[in-house]
């Protein structure tokens, strides 16, 4: 007690909250936050007042209080290149391609106006002739214009879906099998796993996922042969199948996938995660046959304009609105989320809200819908590995085999993104 006594006063006893006895400093923080709480509702109910009065006031806060994410910060090569080791927005890329180009022409045009002026004698005896070249070269403008990639307007535009019309050139010439202009047959997959695999239940599901495959177990039996990849891959070809979807596991998990697009490639490596089957999912619905409705949504580099291209082959493009079934194939930072869900069109509650578009405002038309999700399964998550030109690694020959591999440094900079 003496030592208490004794005890020199620090510098917080001055302040009211700092006492030195336990239940006087609770109670003293508990009026602090009651009058701490009491001042910011009111700062609220002022700037609401305000800013009824003053929309555009509510709209500046809400534009400076936008939360920062590394979507948001994201950092893009500046360069002008449209490999599949370059990280640019393909988007950007062509929009800043046909700005010079109208630039240069602009410039081209001005410069004959100058040589036409210089000399007055052609200049009078051809000013039909110069009107007509002027609408010419202003109707070329207008269709270099029209030809832009732009996607249809919608009533709820989707401001990360994925428009593979922004495909580069080169990369469709790298790649000719998978853009083509000629319309590609109905996706037939063949499905199978490594060798020995214990993943007979997870090919079953994936069954269900693609639509018109077929399983086919692998062996290594003493007796049996044991067909590789690029074996398996000209057999199916020769049977009009599509792609190869093979499952590799370990300790008998599933932990990758491979996909290889037929007759001559390219291959796709990914690495599996997160894997749940839909019969696991609370409160799931049944798939049915129908071919389901694909939506790729945040591809906007070359390669990852090159993997949509890939994922959208698997599918038939005719989906079968009446079986009401949507597959998502997001993609953020890399990471390629797969769900499955089942939808409905229902009336809207009394105590739902209206659907409001991208600027804050009450959609037209749709006062009354909503659209109820019911998940189908199965959910996982994707990540490119490797992509390799022709079937495999064994398939693939040349220098430009390995188009692209992914290494653990392209993760040291967390702005920066492949896909």
């Given amino acids: ?72 910060k994201r950092v893009w090569d500046d360069v002008d290149d449209d490999g599949l080791g370059v990280q640019v927005d393909v988007e950007q890329l062509k929009r800043r391609r046909l700005e010079e180009e109208e630039r240069a022409q602009m410039g081209a045009i001005d410069e004959e106006e100058e040589d036409d002026d210089d000399d007055d004698d052609s200049m009078l005896a051809s000013d039909d002739e110069e009107g007509e070249d002027n609408e010419a070269k202003k109707e070329a403008l207008e269709r270099k214009r029209e030809k832009r990639a732009k996607r249809d ?25 998978l853009f083509t202009d000629i319309p590609p047959p109905t996706p037939k997959v063949l499905i199978t796993t490594s060798l020995n695999s214990t993943l007979h239940n997870e090919a079953d599901v994936f069954c269900t996922v693609f639509p018109n495959s077929t399983y086919i177990r692998r062996t290594n039996h003493r007796y049996g042969h044991k067909y590789s990849l690029r074996e398996i891959s000209r057999f199916a070809a020769n049977r009009e199948y599509t792609a190869v979807v093979m499952l590799r596991e370990d300790s008998k998990k599933l932990t990758g996938l491979t996909v290889v697009h037929l ?28 071919y389901p409705e694909l939506l790729l949504n945040n591809f906007k580099t070359p390669l990852g304009l090159l993997t949509a291209k890939l994922f959208q082959t698997l599918f038939p493009p005719q989906p079968e609105f009446q079986g009401r079934q949507v597959l998502t194939i997001h993609n953020q930072r890399d990471f390629l989320f797969f769900r499955r869900h ?8 009394a105590t739902e809200r209206n659907i409001t578009g991208t600027d804050g405002k009450d959609m037209e038309g749709v006062e009354g819908i909503r659209v109820g999700l019911q998940e189908v399964g199965p959910r996982f998550t994707l990540k490119l590995r490797r992509v390799d030109k022709g079937i495999g690694r064994a398939g693939s020959e040349g220098d430009d085999a390995l188009q692209w591999e992914w290494k653990g440094k392209m993760e040291k900079d967390r702005k920066r993104f492949n896909l």
């Fill in 1 to 72: 007690m003496g030592a208490h006594k004794g005890r020199k006063p620090s510098s917080g006893d001055s302040l009211s909250k700092k006492t030195s006895n336990k239940l006087k400093r609770q109670q003293l923080y508990i009026l602090h936050k009651k009058d701490k709480d009491k001042e910011l509702r009111e700062q609220r109910f002022r700037r609401k007042k305000e800013e009824d009065k003053d929309p555009e006031l509510r709209a500046a806060r809400l534009a400076k209080n936008k939360p920062q994410t590394l979507e948001t």
């Fill in 153 to 177: 307007t919608s009533l709820a535009p989707s401001t990360t879906s994925t428009n593979l019309d922004l495909t580069p050139s080169s990369l469709a010439a790298k790649f000719p099998t």
């Fill in 342 to 349: 089942r939808y409905v069109f229902r009336d809207k509650r």
């Fill in 263 to 290: 007759p001559s490639g390219p291959t796709f490596t990914f690495s599996i995660t997160n894997f749940m089957e839909g019969r696991k999912l609370p409160g799931h619905g049944n798939p049915t046959n129908h």
